[in-house]
C-alpha cells in the first residue's frame, strides 16, 4: 500500500490549522489516515511546527512519500537530515555518534535561528506599539494643549468686555414712557330731540269779500 506524508486540514474558516498524518495515497485528503505524526499552525509569526522526529523516519525508512509541502515541514524541524545521516550510517559513511553530534548542532543552530527571528520579530513589535504609543501622545498632547489655548483666549476675551463694560459708564436707563392713560371715550353726542313739527299754520278765514259800491250804502253825509 503506497503511503504518503501529507497536511489534512482542520481549524475554521480563514484560520486554517494542519495536522501531519501518514495516509494512504490513494485516500481522500481530509478522509482517513493511518497516523498522526505532527501538526503545523500557520496563524502565528513564526508558524508553529511540532512533529515528531522517530515516527515521522520510521514511515520515511519504510518507503512514505512526502508532500512538497510535508518535505519542508520535515526539513524545517530536521527529520529530512535525521533520515539522511541514518542512511549514512547504514552504509558505513559515518558512525552512529557522528551522526548524532551533527545532528545535535544542526537542531541547536536551528533553534539559535528560530529564537533570533522571534527576538526580532518581538522588538519590531515593541518599537511598532512605542511608536503607536507616542503619536498617541503627542496627539492628546495637542488636544489638551489646543483645548488650553481656546480656554485662555475665551478667558482674555471675557476680561476684556468686563473691563469694557466698567470704563463706560451704564447708560441711565430711560424710564419708559408712561402709557398715556386711553383717551376718556367722549360720550356719544346725544341725539338732539327731533324738531316738533310745528303745528300746521291755522287756516286763515278766508278774507270776507268787500261790499260792491252798489251794494255799499251810499254815503249821505257831507
Known amino acids: 500500500m503506497p503511503v504518503k506524508l501529507r497536511l489534512q486540514r482542520h481549524g475554521k474558516k480563514g484560520k ?6 501518514a495516509a494512504d495515497s490513494r485516500a481522500k485528503r481530509d478522509g482517513r489516515y493511518l497516523e498522526k ?3 503545523y499552525n500557520p496563524n502565528t509569526n513564526p508558524a508553529t511546527v511540532e512533529i515528531d522526529i ?14 512538497n509541502t510535508a518535505r519542508t515541514l520535515l526539513s524545517y524541524k530536521g527529520a529530512m537530515l535525521k533520515h539522511h ?10 558512525t552512529q555518534e557522528e551522526a548524532d553530534k551533527k545532528f545535535d548542532t544542526w537542531i541547536k543552530e536551528k533553534e539559535e535561528k528560530i529564537q533570533a527571528k522571534k527576538d526580532s520579530l518581538s522588538q519590531a513589535d515593541k518599537e511598532s506599539a512605542n511608536k503607536r504609543l507616542n ?11 489646543n483645548a488650553k489655548a481656546k480656554e485662555e483666549t475665551k478667558v482674555e476675551t471675557s476680561s ?3 473691563s469694557a463694560a466698567e470704563e463706560a459708564p451704564a447708560a441711565e436707563e430711560t424710564p419708559a414712557t408712561e402709557e398715556a392713560p386711553a383717551a376718556e371715550e367722549t360720550p356719544a353726542t346725544e341725539e338732539a330731540p327731533a324738531v316738533e313739527e310745528a303745528p300746521a299754520a291755522e287756516e286763515t278765514p278766508a278774507t270776507e269779500e268787500a261790499p260792491t259800491s252798489e251794494e255799499a250804502p251810499l254815503d249821505t253825509e257831507q
Not at 88 to 94: D, I, L, N, Q, Y
Not at 135 to 145: F, G
Open 160 to 162: 476684556e468686555e468686563i
Open 16 to 21: 486554517p490549522f494542519y495536522w501531519l498524518v
Open 54 to 67: 522517530s515516527r515521522a523516519i520510521t514511515w520515511l525508512e519504510r518507503g512514505a512519500q512526502p508532500t
Open 135 to 145: 503619536a498617541e501622545k503627542e496627539a492628546s498632547e495637542k488636544r489638551l494643549a
Open 37 to 39: 505524526i505532527g501538526t
Open 85 to 94: 545521516l541514518n542512511g549514512g550510517v547504514r552504509k558505513g559513511a559515518m
